[in-house]
């Protein structure tokens, strides 16, 4: 097992790539702490994973909301002696193109996928330094590297992600700490169930492995940046993405 007794806190861990990823997570002997502002869903999911065997419980959480984000790491580093991973995955889109976007989707998408980002970790930062050694991994997007149609805010907030990711690589890679980002394609979650099937089958189209990512996808990305078969690794955007963007 590759995370055994490791205390790994993934936001967005209710639903799709992050739930795929507290599963794994959990199954290679991590303490999971899943962090979602989705109560039912969360509730739900703990508790069916702890039913197999895990050890994964639910924080319902607003990651946009600084102070209950610093409430919630307290609690978590209290209740497991500490935290040793955080994978920064929680993320909304709120598409719509450029002259139709308002102010409020703007505002809210930054809001979660970067503000939230800045708040969890500068909240579990001083947990990794006290164990000296610690995994930060950061969701972005292809979104963030290349732009997408409609996508102004999402667009801008991954893009975002990989400048703190790369920013804080270099600022706690001497205290043991490695700071790397995922930037998945697009991936089979409620996140793009709302998309048109022509759509989808024209996406499909243009991904070399000739299919949507699945959840697990990016979890085993995920597990690769948490675990120390990458303590070399750092500053770097991993794209799981089938090779939509080269
Ligand atoms: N699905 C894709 O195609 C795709 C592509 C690129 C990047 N991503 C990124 O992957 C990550 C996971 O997305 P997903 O596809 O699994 O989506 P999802 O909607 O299935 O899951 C996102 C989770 O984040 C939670 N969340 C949303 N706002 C929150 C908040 N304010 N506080 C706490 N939790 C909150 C949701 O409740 C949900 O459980 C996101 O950062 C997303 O931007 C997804």
Redesign the pocket.
């Known amino acids: 097992m590759k995370l055994t007794e490791k205390v790994a806190v993934i936001?967005?861990g209710?639903?799709?790539?992050?739930l795929a990823a507290s599963e794994l997570f959990a199954k290679e002997g991590a303490k999971v702490a899943m962090?979602?502002?989705?109560e039912v869903?969360g509730v739900e999911k703990a508790s069916e994973l702890r039913s197999q065997g895990l050890t994964v419980e639910f924080f319902q959480?607003?990651?946009?909301s600084e102070e209950s984000v610093h409430a919630v790491m307290e609690r978590i580093a209290a209740k497991w002696d500490g935290i040793d991973i955080l994978i920064n995955?929680?993320?909304?889109t709120r598409d719509a193109m450029l002259h139709k976007l308002s102010s409020s989707d703007f505002k809210r998408v930054l809001d979660?996928?970067v503000n939230?980002v800045f708040y969890c970790t500068q909240a579990v930062v001083p947990y990794l330094v006290e164990k000296g050694k610690g995994k930060i991994i950061n969701?972005s997007?292809?979104s963030g590297t290349y732009g997408n149609v409609g996508q102004t805010n999402y667009a801008a907030a991954k893009a975002a992600v990989i400048g703190m990711t790369k920013t804080w690589a270099k600022e706690l890679g001497r205290k043991g700490i490695n700071v790397n980002a995922v930037a998945?394609?697009?991936?089979e979650?409620?996140?793009?169930a709302s998309v048109p099937e022509k759509v989808i089958e024209q996406m499909i189209a243009m991904v070399p492995m000739q299919r949507l990512g699945k959840?697990k996808d990016i979890a085993n990305a995920y597990l690769f940046l948490a675990s120390d078969d990458s303590d070399y690794v750092n500053g770097t955007v991993l794209h799981v993405d089938g090779g939509i963007m080269m």
Request: charged share 10%.
């Open positions: 936001t967005g209710a639903n799709g790539i992050g962090v979602d502002f989705d869903s959480v607003d990651v946009s995955n929680a993320g909304i979660v996928n939230g969701t997007s292809v998945p394609g697009f991936t979650t409620s996140m793009v959840p």
